[in-house]
Each structure stands twice: as C-alpha cells, then as structure tokens.
RNA sequence: GUCCCCUUCGUCUAGAGGCCUAGGACAUCUCCCUUUCACGGAGAAGACACGAGUUCGAAUCUCGUAGGGGACGCCA
C-alpha cells in the first residue's frame, strides 16, 4: 500500500479511439475531484497502444472535451500543441515501447514471463475445448517452460512471439482493498497466462498500465468497475515486479434506462454532442458527479468549487446508476437560469450565431430578452427557437395560432393592433405605451382575456402561448411588428 | 459456462443496529400565483428484491435464492 504522506497524484487515462463518453468524463472528473481536494497532481496519461483503433483525430476530440468540462490536467500532453508537459513522460504509451519492453525483459528474465508461440487457431481450439468441457477458457502454452534460448532460436527464424506473463501454479487468492467496494477476493486461477507484449512488440493495456503508474508515482486509480477484474493481472504484475501497489478505487458504470452499460444506441453519450445541444458544462458536470457520489451537505446543485471543497471518495457508490435525461435537463436549466445575464449571452450568443439570427446589439435589449426568456429555457440551444421571433424573418404561425385568429374577434383585434403599431412614434415600445395601446384595443374591439391577448401575441411572435406581452413587444422593434401584424392577417 | 461486483420510491440518492411511521432531488399528479406558456410556492402519491439466520431490536450484520451488471482478447 502506498504510504499516505506520499502527495496524491492521480491520473485519467483515456483511449484515443472516438470520443469522450459521459463515463469516461465522470472519471477523469473524480479523479481531478480528489486531486485538487487533496492538493495533488492530476496527469492525463493517453493509452494509445491499439494501433488499429487509435487515433490522432480522437486525441483531439477527447483533450477538447476535456478542455469545455474545464478539467485541466498538471502532466500530458499540452492541450494546444499535444507536447508533452510534465517530468513524467513522455504520456503518450505508443511513444513508451522501449519502457515496456525493458520491463518485459526483466520478467523473462525473471523467470516471471515466456516466448510463447501459439497461433490464433490454436487457442481458439483450446478455449472451444475448454468450454466444452466445463473449464474457463485459459491458455495453456506448451511454451512455458521453454528456456529464453529455445524462444530465441525460434525467434531467429522469423516467428514472431507473444510475451505472456506466467501465472503461479500456486493457487491462492489475491486481496484487493478497493476504495469503494472493501475488501475484494480473487483466486489466482481466476486468470490464465495472459499476454504482456504482442507480437507486434506493442504491449497491452494491464501491463502498460502497471508500468506508468508506478513510473508515473500514480498513488490512487479511480477507474471504472469494467476494470475490476483486471486488477488481479496487474496485482500479479505489481507483485512480480516487487513494486507497492497504489490504491485502487472501482466506481459503478453507467447504465441507460434499459439497465445495460450505456452507449450510443441510448441517444447523446458524448460530451461533443452534450455541447452542441446547448449543456453547460458545469451542470453536466455536476449531473455525472451525483451518478455515483452524493454530497455530504446533501445538496444537489453544487459548482465545480463545492464539489472540489466537498470530494471523497468514502461517499463513492458501488451500485451502478442510470443516466436520467430528464435531470439532466433539469440540472442544466438551474445552473443555466443562476448565470450573470452577460455570461448566459456569451454563452448563448454561438448558437444564435449558427442559426443566422440577426439581433439588435445593445446589451440594454439582450438582458432584457434574457430576462423574458431564461425561464423557457433549458438548454442554450432552446434560445435559437426563444429568440427567431425577434429577429427580422417572417414567423410560422403555429396550428395554435391560426386557432386563435379564426376567433371571429381575431381580425378586428389585429387589425386595430396594427393601426396602432404604425401610428407609433418610435422605433421601441415601452411597457407604459403598450399598456395603454392595449387598453385601447380593449375598449374599441370590446374584447377582454383570451381574446384580446391571444390574438394579439400570436401577431408577435406567431403562437397564443409565452411570454407577457408587455415585456415581449418591447424587445421587438416597430417594424417587425408592423410587418408580422401584416403577415398574420393576410395569412388569415 | 467460470469468476467477480451490485440490489432503498419510475430514476439519482440519504441511511454505517434503535433517531425510519425510511429523508431529499428529478419525473408524475393536485392546488396556489397568473390573460396564456414558463418560472416560483404548497401538497399528494411512490421504495428497503426474496427467504432464512444473528440480535431485546435489522434497510443497516451473516448465509442462501433470484435478478442485473462486468470480466474471461495479441481491446481498453
């Protein structure tokens, strides 16, 4: 066990082979929880030896969804230039071969792992037999005990082996004290030899793993439970390389609503797709951060800064959770409603952007519109459909609206409304002029409630429903209004 | 199949033997506010998977059963 004193350093240590999923995000966010609750480091470690699947395209997809969940990183690859920063590296495990291989090299020589030849084909054989015969479907290397020069004879020939790392024979249980599920047990049988190296020289993950985290002085891995099992290989690993094991902590996966592991068929899983549907991402953050952990204030909205001051990882749940989108949405909403109006427009503003909205510009009229607004929405994006009737593009009238003009007072109502609307003086309404232009159709059209309002917004901004109209109409400019008044009673 | 993990309202969770007639949040429903929509406020309904033990006492401890999940790769 590591010892305490020791400075935490904990890392992420994701596989660049598409984009970050909500879990992967959820653990790279505990983990940067404990590292800045404890004053530690927190490295970004990229575990690109999949050659086939990795990519650099994904490197940078994941490191910038890092950087809109605001996780940065003390070690790794630098988020701009993909350098590597830190006095660990390098941190990418495609450019640590020679490092593994060393370490490989040393087990073999240790007598602690072998050459070993078998083909595909073959261990297909053994596990179809193995399963058959009711056994678990481990490998069985007649070249376990072959002697380094025996491999190497073959080798000169042109086979090209697997190192693979050679299980005890003694069998025994292994004790694991994770930080979230207790004391967990596993017989060493449980695994039979498994590869270190492929033959293509590129190693795999558990041994790659237990290499940089010792290398790395990682003293916490808070990983995903999909990991547990494989913590007896690399206890074996750790154990024959007579390191200290750091302290593992497995945290429940995320499940859909169908209770299966999460993924795409579920809708939205990435944080690249959470971004664009207008999240912010403090409140995914916070949404992911309760999947698993709750605070010990027993709140539930909470900021990065709450949840960094409040983190533990003995408030960690072993059971895994289901994604609920409608909180989320919910989440999303509270933290987007609490903004300072200036930051929730710079936040908004991209989205109107990409729908071609043409807005006035004075910050007088855009904290006003938020301030009508903000209550509707839920997410940024619901500001494109909020905000399109205040620009200067004719409106859909909905079915609703066209209900509410076949009310035989409609027309008249309208009608008078534009009258009034091109007398005005102005280019903008105010909450005053608008009362009492409303006060006048009141009067004249004798019409009062449903009908004299419904009308009246569905001319504005093309549906009965909204806001109050003596906020909405101020925010929208003379002769838009004069124009829509137009456009709903010829479309009538 | 084997091994490992998990199991409190529909969902996220609180709960570490008596404070539990099981608390909170989302969703749902009702009412209030209100010209409408949303926001906001008040309230309702809703759970300890099952069975045995241990104990004066169990959601909490133990063991079984069931269900779910994960791993068993030259993926991570």
Known sequence: MSDNTRPVRVRFAPSPTGYLHVGGARTAFYNYLYARHMGGQFVLRI?????????EESLRMQIGDLEWLGLTWDEGPDAKTLKD???????????????????????????????????????????AASLKAGRPPQ??????????????????KGDKPVVRFKVTDEKRDYVLKDLVRGEVRFPSDMVGDFVLIRSTGMPVYNFCCVIDDHLMHITHVLRAEEHLSNTLRQMMIYEALGWD?????????????DKQKLSKRHGATSCFEYSQNGYLPEALLNFIALLGWSSPKAQEILSVADMIAQFSTDRLNPAAAVFDEQK???????????????????????????????????WAWREQALEVFKTSMQTLKDAVELFRPLSREPVDVTAEGKEAMAWETSSKVVSKWKDL????????????????????????????GKQLFQPIRVAVIGKPQGAELKVLVPLLHKEILLERASQVLATN
């Open 47 to 55: 575990e690109d030896t999949d050659e086939a699947r990795s990519t």
């Open 85 to 127: 920063m830190g006095s660990h590296g390098p941190y990418r495990q495609s450019q640590r071969k020679e490092i593994y291989e060393s370490y490989a090299l040393k087990l073999i020589e240790l007598g602690k792992a072998y050459y070993c030849f078998l083909t595909d084909a073959e261990i297909e054989e053994q596990r």
């Open 139 to 156: 490998v069985d290397s007649p070249y376990r005990n072959w002697t380094v020069a025996q491999a190497s004879e073959r080798i000169a």
């Open 245 to 257: 094991l750091p302290e593992f902590g497995h945290m429940s996966i995320i499940l859909g609503p």
């Open 328 to 362: 989320l949405l919910w989440m999303n909403a509270t933290h987007l409603r609490a903004l300072p109006h200036r930051e929730l427009w710079e936040r908004v503003e991209p989205f109107l952007t990409k729908a071609n909205l043409k807005l006035p510009g004075d």
């Open 421 to 448: 609307v091109a007398a005005h003086q102005s280019d903008f309404m105010t909450e005053a002029q608008f009362n009492e232009y409303q006060e006048k159709i009141k009067t004249e059209c004798e019409v009062k």
